[in-house]
T-cell receptor
């Protein structure tokens, strides 16, 4: 079956530090890949996505590249801010058959301090 | 923008009670989902629905049922609440074209 593995948190960084949150996946076929963010007390919001190999998703200074050869979709940001403190979820969606649902990783909590 | 509204942010229920969690979306989406979110486990799919009166089990359906009588409303039912169902419940709706998901703000359910 499909699965998503994320690095465990919490990740604590100082403001303006470089961020990487690792995500690897297992899937049959050619999934689409997503990063969602959950701010305290809120639901999940789509941060970025990539639908095929070598695609780069980007939004709000965050980036992730779909690497089929390493089955990875690592999230990066060059300079984090306190307002980026949240839980980040990596997810995949199958391209066919079971494409009706998302499979999520366990989430990585990010804390950014001044 | 699509809006997904969950009727309650916080609920406290007693063991054995029948519990209804309501979710409404305003964009006529066919696909709707119920997930539960637990620390260290991420989001796990309970049930989803791809049309009115149509439903499919997700990964953890035991102890739950769902109802979809109208396209905009998708209800999650805990037939007899138990303490291990204490969790955050998230509803989502999916766009038909680019498959974007919109989540509600969640219902934090505590079963005592």
């Amino acid at each position: 079956g499909n699965s998503v593995t994320q690095m465990e948190g919490p990740v604590t960084l100082s403001e303006e530090a470089f961020l990487t949150i690792n995500c690897t996946y297992t899937a049959t076929g050619y999934p689409s890949l997503f990063w969602y963010v959950q701010y305290p007390g809120e639901g999940l919001q789509l941060l970025l996505k990539a639908t095929k190999a070598d695609d780069k998703g980007s939004n709000k200074g965050f980036e992730a590249t779909y690497r089929k050869e390493t089955t990875s979709f690592h999230l990066e940001k060059g300079s984090v801010q306190v307002s980026d403190s949240a839980v980040y979820f990596c997810a995949l969606r199958e391209s066919s058959g079971g494409g009706n649902k998302l499979t999520f990783g366990t989430g990585t909590q990010l804390k950014v301090e001044l | 923008d699509v809006k997904v509204t969950q009727s309650s942010r916080y609920l406290v229920k007693r063991t054995g009670e029948k519990v209804f969690l309501e979710c409404v979306q305003d964009m006529d989406h066919e696909n709707m989902f119920w997930y539960r979110q637990d620390p260290g486990l991420g989001l796990r799919l309970i049930y989803f629905s791809y049309d009115v009166k149509m439903k499919e089990k997700g990964d953890i359906p035991e102890g739950y049922s769902v109802s979809r009588e109208k396209k905009e409303r998708f209800s999650l039912i805990l037939e007899s609440a138990s303490t291990n169902q204490t969790s955050m419940y998230l509803c989502a709706s999916r766009e038909p074209i680019n498959y974007g998901y919109t989540f509600g703000s969640g219902t934090r359910l505590t079963v005592v």
